[in-house]
Nanobody, 124 residues
Framework: QVQLVESGGGLVQAGGSLRLHCAAS????????MGWFRQAPGKEREFVAV????????YYADSVKGRFTISRDSAGNTVYLQMNSLKPEDTAVYSC?????????????????WGKGTLVTVSS
């Protein structure tokens, strides 16, 4: 089992920045691909970004490319999401996810582990 705990959410004005953290613990947590999703009120959960477990390659949703950056520490147990140039439409609950296969994370298909999420609110 892997446990994921997010932090770093909050209220920010449009154009501002936030950095989200996801701490992973449990069985060989450093060997998982990890990613971020978000769910806005009344909308389905959508993929935001993923970082692969070995090479550290990163992939992003088109809506956040150039503004958000996903990274992880050297042990692979903490993943970050640096969010810049935030827009009101970025307002959502952001959740961390982990799986042995990065494609499952990117496609939101049978992802193994989820965190409970952290709320990001961007005011206009």
């Amino acid at each position: 089992q892997v446990q994921l705990v997010e932090s770093g959410g909050g209220l920010v004005q449009a154009g501002g920045s936030l950095r989200l953290h996801c701490a992973a613990s449990g069985r060989t947590s450093g060997t998982y691909a990890m990613g971020w999703f978000r769910q806005a009120p009344g909308k389905e959960r959508e993929f935001v970004a993923v970082i692969t477990r070995r090479s550290g390659n990163t992939y992003y949703a088109d809506s956040v490319k150039g503004r958000f950056t996903i990274s992880r520490d050297s042990a692979g147990n903490t993943v970050y999401l640096q969010m810049n140039s935030l827009k009101p439409e970025d307002t959502a609950v952001y959740s961390c996810a982990a799986d042995t296969e990065w494609l499952r994370v990117m496609r939101n298909k049978d992802v193994a582990y989820w965190g409970k999420g952290t709320l990001v609110t961007v005011s206009s």
